[in-house]
């Protein structure tokens, strides 16, 4: 535990300095996802730092003025860090963990990839949140979402935000160091083996 804590700094500064590069994977899987999803609605997804700009083309509404024949745009951003912190927590739960090298590798990458993939859940329910429940009601009903589906993204969001950030990377860290864990915790593999009996 110590070891962790004292790791934990070192990972949150060295994660923030390389934001710009960390993201980048949030930041193509999601462009990829959200601009071929709802291309008439998404003209653009730019990536400055840890931001990810949003620019939306849509048809405006009665009280904005635009030029006939052309469509309104906006531009919003959304925070990928506040869904990336999982990245420098599971860095060091690994580093902090005795293993050998190679594990350690293997373990933090096949970790990162699906830290990124949970990052990308909840930046693009961001986005989706944004759309539907942030804009004029004129410009949400443009993309057509039901009010089933509405609620689905809602709950997509939260569980995007308050979830996988935080329980992701102690699920993975607890999968790949079952034999670390029970060394910590004698006989809880015994305790849980008899619970699901």
């Not at 994977?25 to 997804?45: C, E, G, H, V, Y």
């Not at 699906?114 to 859940?121: D, R, S």
């Not at 993975?172 to 305790?191: A, N, S, T």
Request: net charge negative.
């Amino acid at each position: 535990m110590l070891k962790v804590l004292l790791w934990l700094p070192l990972c949150f500064a060295v994660w923030y300095y390389m934001r710009g590069v960390i993201g980048l994977p949030t930041f193509f899987i999601t462009d990829a996802l959200m601009a071929n999803w709802l291309p008439d609605f998404i003209r653009d997804i730019e990536f400055k730092g840890h931001l990810l700009n949003v620019v939306l083309q849509f048809d405006p509404p009665a009280t904005l003025k635009v030029p006939e024949g052309q469509k309104a745009e906006l531009l919003f951003s959304v925070n990928s860090l506040a869904y990336g912190y999982s990245i420098p927590l599971y860095t060091a739960l690994i580093l902090a963990t005795p293993d050998e090298e190679r594990a350690k590798w293997i373990h933090w990458i096949i970790g990162f990839v699906i830290l990124v993939l949970a990052q990308t859940w909840g930046v693009s329910f961001e986005i989706l949140m944004t759309l539907l429940f942030k804009l004029d009601a004129s410009m949400s009903a443009q993309l057509g979402f039901s009010a089933y589906q509405k609620e689905l993204v809602a709950l997509g969001y939260q569980f995007g935000y308050l979830i996988l950030p935080a329980v992701t990377p102690l699920v993975l860290w607890i999968g790949f160091h079952q034999e670390f864990i029970g060394l910590l915790v004698p006989g809880i593999r015994e305790k849980f083996g008899k619970g699901t009996g």
